[in-house]
């Protein structure tokens, strides 16, 4: 199995909450069928007893050397994050905004640019810090049970806790930066804001005169083939998976628990509600992350 199977039936691009999963089912054909139905195995730790799941997800933990974590909006919510610029956002359900996050939209009207400017603008004077959830990761590469981290936020909080950004793929791009659309030249996004700051309501990138546009991943724009062959590689390699945060309903990037499942990895889901992959899962935890995840790989049970 790999992301082929997922990128044909999602057209290799972020998809819309629960769409995602719908498509692969009716136009993935049957090796898509694969991982939703027959690699399904009898989960019997579902979080009827709390406690006794982070016990088993603790000592599933304690045992793996190459730990694949994914993470979803769930896992910044307690920093005071909405949901409104990823997949699965609230932009998404406001066609007015969801022409700020697509990329033709984007392109082609300076005037969705310049309120996406505005937006960015507004967000950035919220403070937004890294919270327990965050750190708590970042146990894990202390340990050097770490392979990777796959996030589809877009926030950069997980470099910003401490972590590695070597050992981080940032699947739907990041906030942080800003990319010229024409030459493909980066810059901090604080530097462009002050440009809006200063009066200029859709800065142009000053080596080419290009668009700039924050290094998300825009709907209409196909994910970083490097970024997924790298997730992919990861999932493969794992001998655990831990989703975090993620309704496991944004495909492709979602394929690399079923992924990590086939390759025989542990999975264990960490989200406040049910996820798409929950039968997969060895141990499925529901709960508040930034409560849960400190007792599930911390030091102190
Ligand atoms: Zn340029």
């Keep these: 199995m790999s992301f082929r199977d997922f990128c044909r039936c999602a057209s290799g691009e972020p998809s819309k909450k629960g769409v995602g999963s719908r498509r692969g089912l009716e136009a993935g054909g049957p090796q898509a069928m694969v991982y939703v139905g027959a690699s399904a195995r009898q989960n019997p730790f579902m979080s009827a007893d ?16 190459r730990i694949v974590v994914l993470t979803g909006a769930g896992i910044s919510t307690d920093s005071g994050i909405a949901d409104f610029r990823g997949p699965q956002g609230l ?23 310049k309120r996406s400017w505005q937006i960015k603008l507004a967000g950035a004077e919220q403070e937004r810090r890294p919270n327990a959830g965050h750190y708590a990761l970042l146990e894990l590469e202390k340990r050097d049970q770490l392979h ?3 996030t589809q936020n877009v926030d950069g909080l997980h470099v910003e806790a401490g972590m590695n950004p070597d050992r981080v793929i940032e699947i739907h791009g990041t906030l942080r930066e800003v990319v010229c659309m024409q030459c493909d030249q980066r810059a901090p996004m604080e530097s462009a804001l002050e440009r809006v700051r200063a009066g200029e309501s859709d800065p142009p990138c000053r080596s080419c005169g290009g668009i700039l ?14 970024d ?18 993620t309704t496991l309903g ?18 264990i889901i960490l989200n406040a509600e049910a996820t798409e992959m929950d039968r997969l899962a060895d141990v499925n935890l529901r709960g508040s992350i930034s409560e849960v995840l400190p007792r599930v790989v911390g030091g102190e049970g």
């Design 50 to 65: 709390l406690e006794e799941s982070i016990a088993r997800a603790r000592a599933l933990i304690e045992g793996a050397r």
């Design 91 to 113: 932009w998404t359900k406001n066609p007015e905004a969801e022409k700020m996050a697509n990329i033709r939209y984007y392109m082609t009207d300076p005037e969705v640019r």
């Design 148 to 150: 990777t981290l796959i």
């Design 213 to 226: 546009k924050s290094a998300t991943i825009s709907f209409g724009q196909g994910l970083v083939a490097e």
């Design 228 to 245: 997924l062959a790298n997730s992919e590689v990861a999932a493969k390699e794992c001998d655990l998976m831990f989703a975090i945060g």
């Design 250 to 267: 944004v495909y492709p990037i979602a394929g690399v628990v079923p992924i990590a499942h086939e390759c025989g990895g542990s999975v």
